[in-house]
């Protein structure tokens, strides 16, 4: 959104309060900080593909229409390379943003940097959400992806995690978190596969150690072949391939047995995973309904109230469509 707005568009958006910023920021921006009102933000690297600021916006606007205390709120994205993350939190403390969420590569090594950290967040070890401590010498950590995982799940198949043969593709934070949340749940088994011989033991052993009492539900496999699994599956993948359309399958879903859905954390590409789905009959669904539920959680913990998940998937839909357009 240009700088050349109506006073009509100004005004739609209270004031400016919720418009989309204009791009990525850098954490040196603070040096200046003369934002007036309420500050959230999502840090990654790189951030400037991200949906959460038009998506935050919109909520936030249609928020301020009910509650005018919310008018002054903004949602702000800063690329932030991990090697400053640990310089970077300290600023915007100091600035005062209520919350923050935390992307790609965040997740994992901002863990040490938090005096606190919620039980779930501690089991997953990784943390998407940052909560401005009340004496703002800090943040506290948690984590929204596992709740937003469930919710797109049941939202997209009609499925439970809790009973469910569950796949995960990756070892990542993403990985972490939604492992924790399937065990928590109660599925009646965990497979997790990664290329990478190291990463997969990690995770394996993590989990294992975390949920003692379903360790023998839980198993590894290499992605160079499927999993040993009987019966229909859930599959969710959660490593990097996906993201471009000429990305191949993790897996092939053919593998598994008729009545497995898939479901692809990465969206914005009709890629190799979803065109393999459709030709072996496998119901897909991309990763946008987790991002719409996982940053609806992390709405509700800063603002302390429910926000309106339809004009969050409606203004994260938009935005992608903008997006894709030459």
Known sequence: MSGMESAAEESAWGAGAQRQPEGPRTPAALDTWDFGGTAVAVLGHPIHHSLSPPMHNAALAAMAAEEPCFAGWKYFAFDVPPETLGTALPLFARRGFRGINLTIPHKVDVVPLLREIDPAAARMGAVNTLILREDGSGYSGANTDGYGISRAVGEAFGRSLRGARVVLLGAGGAARAI????????????????????????????????????????????????????????????????????????????????????????????????????????????????????????????????????????????????????
């Open 179 to 326: 492992a924790a949340q399937c065990l928590d749940e109660g599925c009646a088994e965990l497979w997790i596969g990664n290329r990478n011989e190291a990463r997969l033991a990690a995770l394996l052993d993590l989990v294992r150690k975390l949920f003692p009492e379903a360790a023998g539900r839980v198993r590894g496999f290499s992605l160079d072949g499927p999993p040993s699994v009987d019966g229909e599956a859930v599959v969710i993948n959660a490593t990097a391939l996906g993201l471009k359309a000429d990305d191949p399958p993790p897996v092939d879903p053919a593998a598994f047995a008729p009545g497995t859905v898939v479901y692809d954390t990465t969206y914005g590409a009709v890629n190799g995973l979803a065109r393999a789905c459709a030709a072996a009959g496998r119901p897909y669904a991309d990763g946008l309904g987790m991002l719409v539920w996982q940053g609806a959680r992390s709405l509700a913990m800063w603002t302390g109230r429910e926000p309106p998940v339809d004009v969050m998937t409606h203004a994260a839909r938009a935005a992608l469509e903008e997006r894709s357009r030459p």
